[in-house]
């Protein structure tokens, strides 16, 4: 069986299109080709690459079935063949991975899952999410392979295959970095926020060109990106893939790399991806850290009066005005009793109806689409109808999903429950409360628990809508080779490294830094690296000692006492990205830390545990102590993939680089002054635990709600210095690490 890249034929329009087909034939029509989707030789106003986008999904919407628009409902993630071990679970171009698991358990879903043929043909899903890490060419060849496999059904809809980000240096973690070290890696999210803010916006655009080039050749034409969260808690898990806490430099980020990556101001087109913009109304808002993939942060806190439009609406407006494709809203739902009054776009009061934002009608309607005037699609946040359905637990599942698309979620992720949607149809079909007489869930009406043919119809074109403007309708099907060439392209990689340089942030020089000349000369430097994972570290001081050595040209030393320099590099980590630690998320640089537990709601407990953010912590205190009683200096290196507390670190530092996911070779082109540091801190370091403190209700001192640059603002006149400061953290030399703070060398 020939592969679908094989089978491709190409067809020219002048002044239109390329045609791209594997099975399916093309009609000619006054000197112009179409593809014949449906193979009848009809040209149909949907097959007609000269209407609008709109008009073509709104005519196909109209003629698909009940069931092939429910297809049209779901994404969930899927895997390639190429990765799959046993062999006779693949096709036979060994690109499509035929497994059937019978009981499927992810962190959002349980349910049985089919192979991808059955998936795409019988079930008639078209949105995937690609979560697998393998070469552009191979990754071109899979999706080409997916697009044929769709345009053998009926209408030859084809795929839209989604990915999290993929050019971002950093650990690859499930459902946010899901790929790394294929795309060129630019630092952390935070990383190039610090760029931005010490060199301007204008690396943005460069950003935004490079994804859209890059995802375009190897046919991933949509992304679960970027974060328009502000960063109000400093806890919070996902802070490493926000742009911080300052929402007018996340509302300018969201601004560029909207139509940036899209292709246009105007949407998207063609040559563009797709973007989701994630998490509406704003996940950082959360109480105490706590994150709505787990029960205890399923709450929204607003405990600031006026928080939600200040602080966490203004970047998702921006992508709203930049035409984003579709808006992802977030799990949690608002806490009424918690949170002081907020305001919509009008000035008036915000209800605190207790359901998830995406079953939330004000959030999603009112708001969203009416005041906001969001014209495309709304994208679910992974297991809001299983999972993670907070505040609709007392629905059954075909409830949910139609409460979910009747809200107005248009595609609900992390879930193929083709049944549960069909189910919610014919209960619509069949007069299941009207006419049979079930009895009605309390709080609701028949009609949001069942799924009508306009809501299914309305939702189809919306999602069809995308599928027409990116052109997956003319030619889904990309050159692996080409791919790779592009993924390869030299520029791309330059570019990155750059940003690297530039997210690099000076916190601290004792006249030690640049290593150059004199501060240089004769020197013998002890290096070490720290990590959670004690193996992971030693491992990684051998490759660093041996790089510096080879590649530098360093003297280094054995042991830090005999050493006159000392190079650290601290990567902490803490917590677990998808489930509850025993307390609140550790942010001290800490080994074997006595904390207290929370109780199941989220209050401190009388009991405790240890934690461990960085083995070896109490290390760095000895090696500064030999390196210092000769005279010598201590240069550390702290990657900020949080607001890590730097109480442990920078007293014993003569001078403190921070990096956000920034690459080694980035940090010692500026310690060794090949280029000077220029970026600045797009998050404020909390001082220690004081100011994170929680009383026995749970209610922090610092406001979970607003960024750390306006916290004193709410702190106690008792914990603030003779400068009115208390949040962030000040260093020997009288520094205080708060966003915008970078000193220069």
Not at 526 to 554: H, I, M, P
């Amino acid at each position: 069986m020939n592969k679908a890249t094989e089978r491709i034929r190409y067809y020219q329009n002048e002044n239109g299109p390329v045609i791209g087909v594997t099975v399916k034939p093309v009609i000619e029509r006054d000197g112009r080709i179409f593809k014949d989707h449906t193979g009848d030789g009809l040209l149909t106003a949907w097959k007609d690459w000269r209407n609008p986008p709109a008009a073509r999904a709104a005519s196909l919407a109209a003629e698909l079935s009940p069931e092939e628009k429910i297809g049209l409902l779901f994404v969930n993630t899927r895997k390639m063949g190429l990765l799959q071990e046993d062999k006779t679970k693949v096709d036979e171009t060994e690109l499509l991975d035929e497994e059937i698991v019978e009981q499927d358990e992810s962190i959002f879903n349980v349910e049985k899952t089919y192979g991808t043929t059955y998936t795409i043909q019988k079930m008639g899903i078209r949105h995937l999410i690609f979560r697998q890490n393998p070469q552009a060419a191979d990754m071109a060849d899979w999706i080409n392979q997916l697009n044929q496999t769709a345009e053998e059904t009926a209408h030859g809809i084809p795929m839209v295959i989604t990915s999290n980000s993929r050019n971002e240096n950093g650990e690859v973690v499930f459902g946010m970095n899901d790929a790394a070290g294929v795309f060129p890696a630019w630092p952390g999210t935070m990383g190039i926020a610090a760029a931005v803010k010490g060199n301007g916006p204008g690396l943005v655009d460069t950003f935004a060109e490079c994804i859209r080039r890059e995802w375009d050749a190897v046919g991933l034409k949509k992304g679960y990106m970027y974060m328009a969260d502000a960063m109000t808690d400093p806890r919070w898990q996902r802070t490493y893939g926000t742009f911080g806490e300052d929402p007018a430099l996340i509302t300018e980020m969201i601004s560029r790399l909207v139509p940036g990556i899209q292709g246009s101001e105007s949407g998207v087109t063609p040559e563009g991806v797709a973007v989701t913009i994630k998490h509406f109304p704003g996940g950082g808002a959360r109480e105490n850290g706590f994150d709505p993939h787990y029960e205890q942060g399923q709450w929204n806190v607003y405990q600031t009066e006026g928080s939600l439009g200040d602080y966490h609406l203004p970047a998702f407006k921006a992508a709203v005005e930049k035409k984003a494709s579709s808006i992802m809203p977030y799990y949690a739902k608002p806490a009424a009793e918690k949170s002081l009054p907020q305001y919509d776009l009008d000035g008036r009061p915000v209800p605190m109806t207790p359901v998830g934002f995406a079953f939330n009608r004000f959030f999603i309607q009112d708001l969203l689409r009416e005041q906001m005037g969001f014209t495309g699609y709304v994208n679910s946040d992974s297991g809001i109808t299983n999972k993670m359905a907070w505040g609709v637990e007392e629905l059954d599942g075909p409830s949910r999903v139609a409460l979910a698309v009747n809200t107005g979620v248009d595609l609900i992720s992390g879930s193929l429950d083709v049944d549960a949607a069909r189910e919610a149809y014919e209960r619509w079909k069949h007069g299941y409360y009207t006419g049979q007489g079930h009895p009605v869930p309390e709080g609701y009406r028949p009609e949001q628990l069942t799924l009508s043919e306009e809501a299914l119809t309305r939702a189809a074109a919306r999602t069809l809508e995308e599928e027409f403007a990116l052109g997956l309708f003319e030619n889904p099907y990309r050159d692996p080779a080409e791919a790779a060439k592009v993924i390869a392209d030299r520029d791309h990689w330059d570019a990155a490294y750059d940003v690297h340089r530039k997210s690099v942030v000076l916190l601290k020089d004792k006249g030690v830094l640049p290593l150059a000349g004199e501060r240089l000369e004769g020197k013998r430097i002890y290096v070490e690296c720290f990590r959670k994972d004690g193996k992971a570290a030693a491992d990684e001081t051998e490759k660093l000692q041996e790089s510096l050595a080879k590649d530098r040209g360093l003297a280094l030393a054995e042991n830090a006492g005999d050493a006159d320099l000392a190079l650290l590099f601290i990567s902490p980590s803490s917590g677990e990205y998808f489930h509850a630690t025993s307390g609140y998320l550790e942010l001290d640089i800490c080994e074997d830390k006595e904390v207290t537990d929370v109780d199941s709601l989220g209050r401190p407990a009388d009991t405790f545990h240890r934690e461990t953010s960085l083995a070896g912590a109490p290390r760095i205190r000895e090696i500064a102590r030999a390196v210092r009683q000769k005279g010598g200096k201590v240069i550390s290196c702290v990657n900020f993939t949080l607001a890590w507390m730097v109480g442990n670190v920078e007293p014993y530092s003569d001078a403190l680089l921070a990096g956000f996911d920034t690459c080694t070779d980035a940090l010692l082109d500026v310690i060794l002054g090949i280029c000077r540091p220029t970026g600045r801190l797009p998050i404020t370091l909390p001082k220690n635990d004081a100011v994170l403190a929680v009383d026995k209700d749970g209610v922090c001192v610092s406001h979970n709600d607003v960024p750390g640059f306006v916290k004193d603002r709410y702190m106690p006149d008792s914990m603030k210095d003779e400068n009115g400061k208390a949040y962030a953290y000040r260093d020997e030399m009288g520094n205080y690490y708060e966003m915008d703070f970078g000193l220069s060398c």
